[in-house]
């Protein structure tokens, strides 16, 4: 999977002119699909419009369109969590469950999510194990991860994700808050992308205190061929 972070302005170059430049990149293969993420989806008629990368054919799968949701000062506000729970940050050993929860995984390799997990902020609340008399050693052994939040490579935070055993009882809340108010500490912005017809995510990141901003889309853009064969499967 390859992903494109890039910017332009419609007054100096059209989006043919980019991807035609982009192709030329050697080390990269234009025979795979191709997501472009577009700030702001002003854009998006303008990646419509493509029908070739470079002197590939290419087709436009359905664009996934979302607004970016942030956190401008840290909130004051603690998370009440029941006592068996508690926030820590993610560990590596920890990717290949975040992966497979994400419902996204195929924007993304679970190599690449432990990357980012090593590398960038995060959040999860892990249930503690019960009290056995063991000695901390057992507890934190038997701790589970439950939910979790984490900084992607491109700077906003999600891949947001509660065990369903464990949901409604405010786990993601305290998730997001506590990775936003670690990265507005650093000075870092808070960011989240959504999708617009995610209502319920728009509504509790709202209630946080996140304000929207600019939108944003992804295009997918897959080798023509490749994209027949996708339709016949």
């Known amino acids: 999977m390859q992903c ?3 910017y332009w302005s419609l007054k100096e ?27 702001p989806t002003v854009l998006l008629p303008s990646l419509q419009s493509l029908s070739s990368w470079g ?7 359905t664009p996934h369109i979302g607004h970016l949701y942030q956190l401008k000062a840290p909130s004051i506000r603690n998370a009440e969590l029941p006592q068996m729970y508690h926030v820590t940050r993610l560990g590596e050993e920890d990717a290949s469950a975040v992966w497979t929860n994400w419902e996204f995984n195929h924007f993304d390799m679970v190599e690449s999510v432990r990357h980012d997990i090593i590398h960038f902020p995060s959040a999860g609340i892990r249930e503690r194990g019960p009290v056995d008399g063991a000695g901390s050693l057992q507890e934190e052994a038997e701790e ?4 979790w939040i984490r900084t992607t490579k491109i700077g906003w935070i999600g891949n947001t994700f509660t065990v369903p ?30 999708a617009d017809n995610n209502t319920a995510s728009v ?21 023509t061929e490749a994209a027949n064969q996708h339709y016949l499967e």
Not at 144 to 147: C, D, E, G, H, P
Request: hydrophobic share 40%; glycine share 6%; no cysteine.
């Open 55 to 61: 002197r590939r054919r290419v087709t436009l799968q």
């Open 4 to 6: 494109l972070l890039v």
């Open 165 to 194: 055993q464990h949901r409604r009882q405010g786990l993601a809340s305290a998730a997001t808050m506590a990775l936003a108010n670690q990265l507005l500490q650093e000075g870092l912005p808070a960011f989240v992308k959504i």
């Open 13 to 39: 170059h059209t989006a043919k002119d980019v991807t035609d430049r982009l192709s030329r990149i050697p080390h990269l293969d234009w025979n795979q699909p191709v997501y472009i993420y577009s700030l």
């Open 144 to 147: 589970t991860l439950v939910s």
């Open 203 to 223: 509504q509790l990141h709202e209630k946080l205190g996140f304000e929207r901003q600019g939108g944003e889309v992804v295009v997918e853009l897959l080798p």
